[in-house]
Structures are given as structure tokens and as C-alpha cells.
């Protein structure tokens, strides 16, 4: 069975997971994924892992499409996802409609814990900034390195997790609250393409285009993204 090997960002494995198995199943094409925030796979790449296949934040692809890294014609738009909130499971939901509720939410927590490495936690750091609760929320916060922010909730160590949806949803005894008010953040657009020294550029090319395809938006919409598929099977 021929192998691809794909690098991809955490806010889509659990949509890969399934995905991969039935890629596997209509094409006879083994999936070897391996799944890190995007720039930990930007430090990689560039330290010279191999890969056929990358799925990265838009930046993050267009900066390897800079690099020669990605053919600049294969990139495409999978999906969009929202930064949200999760609490642990039977934990009372805070309220974070708006801003202002948002704000008491995160100053009442006895810890929050976000990203350091992820598009989330440069959107959340960023925001407590513009908030201006950054010295009050850092001083309590929980930095995860890597990994899902949500299992500091099941630990304890947390009250509040803050990570893209897709990825809140990978941990079990926890419950999403919801996302962060739309209009306080920008979505992550979560984007594909092949690499440039691909070595089974043909099982790439075929996995990229079945990633980008219509009738995967049911399973990409369950794992918490938002298919960025428009009419004709091309993505957005």
C-alpha cells in the first residue's frame, strides 16, 4: 500500500481521524499523519522534516509557499475556526456573549489555560492585551506548551480552557461553552498543500483534492470547523 505523509495542525485531527480511514478506503492510499501546532510544524519544516502534505494556518502556508517549501498552485482552503471556551464536564457555564462578559469570565477563573504555540494562544494572548486584563490573567494563567488546553480542565488545574473549538472538542469530560463573541476575533482559516519535494506527490495531489472536497464538510462541521468548500468542489 503506498504511504502519504502529512504534517498538520492540531485543529484538524480529529476531523483527520476520520477522515483518513475512509481516504484509506476509496483510494488504498496508507495516511501517516502527525499533528502539532502550526508553528512547532513551521520549526520542523524548516529544520528539515519530511513530508508529502502539510495543513497549516493560512500564515503559516503562505510562509512555506515563500520559502519554496509548498507548490504555490496546490495550496487550498479547508476550513475556519473559532477560538472558544471549555469548561469541565457539569461545570456551570459562564456567560461570554459579549465582551464584557467575556471579560468577568476570565478575571473570575481561578486559572485559564491557553496555548503558547498555537494560532489560539497568539489570538488570546493578544486579546487579554487589548482587554487590558493581560497582567491579571497571565499571573494565574496555565501556558500549555503543546497539546489540547482542555485536559488542564479534567486535571484541575484549570477553570477555564481557551483553544479552537475543533481542538476542545479532542478532550473528553470537558464541555464547550461556546466560541469567543465573533466579533472580538478573526477565524483561523486552516489551509493545504502539497510540499514542493514531496516524494508521493500523486497520493498528495489525490488526498488534497478529497480534503478540499464537498462530502467531507459533514465530517469537518462535526469536529467543530467550518468547510470552506464552494460550489464545484473547489475550496474558498
Known sequence: MENVRILSTLG???AMRSLSSAFEAISGIHVDADFAPTLAL?????????????????????????EGRVAAGS???????????????G????????????????????????????ASGVYFAQLIVRMGIATEI?????????????ER??????????????ELKQ????EVVG???????????FSAGRMANAKHAGAADRLLRYLASPEVAPVLRQSGLEPRICRGGDAT
Request: glycine share 10%; aromatic share 2%; no cysteine.
Open 42 to 66: 513551521l520549526k520542523r519544516l524548516r529544520d528539515g522534516e519530511a513530508a508529502d502534505l502539510v495543513i497549516l494556518t493560512r500564515e503559516g502556508l503562505d510562509e512555506m509557499i515563500g
Open 138 to 150: 497571565n499571573a494565574k494563567a496555565t501556558i500549555v506548551e503543546q497539546g489540547f488546553t482542555a
Open 153 to 166: 480542565l479534567v486535571t484541575g488545574e484549570a477553570d477555564l480552557a481557551v483553544q479552537q473549538v475543533s
Open 171 to 174: 478532550v473528553g469530560g470537558i
Open 12 to 14: 484538524l485531527m480529529g
Open 91 to 118: 461545570q456551570v457555564h459562564p456567560d461570554i456573549g459579549s465582551e464584557a462578559a467575556l471579560r468577568q469570565a476570565l478575571l473570575a477563573a481561578r486559572s485559564v489555560a491557553y496555548s503558547r504555540l498555537g
Open 75 to 89: 495550496a487550498a482552503d479547508l476550513a475556519r475556526s473559532f477560538v472558544g471556551i471549555a469548561v469541565r464536564a
Open 179 to 189: 466560541p469567543i463573541p465573533h466579533a472580538l476575533q478573526t477565524p483561523a482559516v
